[in-house]
């Protein structure tokens, strides 16, 4: 069975700190690796990633996925308040998308 | 300016009634979901609809039906609803099989 695992479950940081969000995955005919921020609605969509070792930034945020061991990090620099969100990883196969649990981020002011 | 739209919102209901779940985008995508998203707020694929045509049903049970009238609109109808039902919908779509998904904003159903 396809399955994606994040860590941690939830952070808790100081405004200003770099943090890493981890997801590794285990996916038959793997496609891609996919990051969503989830605040009080809908997931939103972040990065797609395809390719081993190609960093994707945008703005403070950059992710990276090495298919080689079946991972991927999510960087958030300088976080702010607003950062504050569920953070998920999804990957990619046969026509569907399988989710991680996700990691609950606080940043706190 | 939606992009991916569901209606309704909100649906509360009793046990045991019948019920739907409008989805409509306007991206021109190909491709479109359904996913429920649980009080855990585990996300977990239900249908895949590419052209209109069913190709994905993740061992949903049957009283799940969607219906693809076009390739813009996917559409939910739960049969004899249970309590176990009760989460949160959203609809996804995608320009095909294999790029990135956008959602809806979710319907919240709650059965009684």
């Known amino acids: 069975e396809d399955k994606v695992v994040q860590s941690p479950l939830s952070l808790v940081v100081h405004e200003g700190d770099t943090v890493t969000l981890n997801c590794s995955y285990e996916?038959?005919?793997?496609?891609?690796l996919l990051w969503y921020k989830q605040e009080k609605k809908a997931p939103t969509f972040l990065f797609m990633l395809?390719?081993?070792?190609i960093e994707k930034k945008s703005g403070r945020l950059s992710s990276i996925l090495d298919k080689k061991e079946l991972f991927s990090i999510l960087n958030i620099t300088a976080t702010q308040t607003g950062d504050s969100a569920i953070y998920l990883c999804?990957?990619?196969?046969?026509?569907?998308?399988?989710f991680g649990k996700g990691t609950l981020l606080t940043v706190n002011p | 300016d939606t992009a991916v739209s569901q209606t309704p919102k909100y649906l509360v209901t009793q046990m045991g009634n019948d019920k739907s779940i409008k989805c409509e985008q306007n991206?021109?995508?190909?491709?479109m979901y359904w996913y429920k998203q649980d009080s855990k707020k585990f996300l977990k694929i239900m249908f895949s609809?590419?052209?209109?045509?069913?190709?994905i049903n993740e061992t949903v049970p049957n009283r799940f039906s969607p219906k693809s009238p076009d390739k813009a609109h996917l559409n939910l109808h739960i049969n004899s609803l249970e309590l176990g039902d009760s989460a949160v919908y959203f609809c996804?779509?995608?320009?095909?099989?294999?790029?990135?998904?956008?959602f809806g904003p979710g319907t919240r159903l709650t059965v009684t």
């Open positions: 999804a990957a990619g196969s046969n026509y569907k998308l399988t």
């Open positions: 609809y590419n052209n209109k045509e069913l190709i």
């Open positions: 996916v038959t005919n793997f496609r891609s």
């Open positions: 991206l021109g995508h190909d491709t």
């Open positions: 996804a779509s995608s320009q095909d099989t294999r790029g990135e998904q956008y």
């Open positions: 395809t390719s081993s070792g």
